[in-house]
């Protein structure tokens, strides 16, 4: 008997430095695969030392594909607000920027919807004393961060705050 896995999806999210973020997400059973990158600017194949000084718009971000047999769109957004503080805006921790800024870029409208969702049952929960700054936006292009990036947490044997 064969065994084959669902069609992956796409998620995309920033929550600050995506080191940390990637490290997040790769541990979590159901998804496939992880890449750092940047989204949401207007400068095509950006740098990052282009994307650190601001001035193109983008978001340090991580996409990942995902199994939706294994693990539900619903329970990667409970792990993304859970890695970072949604209410702190173009910052996290030390790094500052919009770079940094907390994001979820859809990939359609239930993604659009079950996001919208979640980050109003935050509020409604009253977990956060502040407002919530996470922007949830439709996906745009998806720049693959350099490969000294990828699985940066790993590579080092370090941990991120």
Not at 31 to 55: D, L, M, Q
Not at 95 to 121: C, M, P, T, W
Not at 141 to 156: D, G, L, M, N, S
Request: net charge negative.
């Amino acid at each position: 008997m064969a065994f084959s896995i669902s069609d992956p999806e796409t998620a995309t999210f920033g929550a600050g430095c995506f080191w940390g973020v990637e490290e997040a997400f790769r541990k979590v059973k159901g998804v496939i695969s992880t890449e750092a990158g940047y989204a949401g600017g207007t400068v095509p194949h950006p740098r990052y030392e282009e994307v650190c000084t601001g001035r193109t718009g983008h978001a340090e971000v991580v996409r990942l594909l995902y199994d939706p047999d294994e693990i539900s769109y619903s329970d990667l957004l409970a792990v993304f607000w859970s890695i970072h503080d949604p209410t702190q805006k173009d910052r996290q921790g030390p790094d500052i920027g919009s770079n940094y800024r907390s994001v979820i870029f859809y990939h359609n409208a239930e993604q659009k919807r079950l996001a919208v969702q979640s980050r109003d049952n935050l509020v409604r929960s009253g977990k956060f004393c502040r407002p919530l700054v996470t922007e949830i936006v439709p996906a745009t292009a998806f720049w693959r961060a350099e490969e000294y990036h990828q699985h940066y947490v790993e590579k080092q044997g370090q941990h991120c705050r």
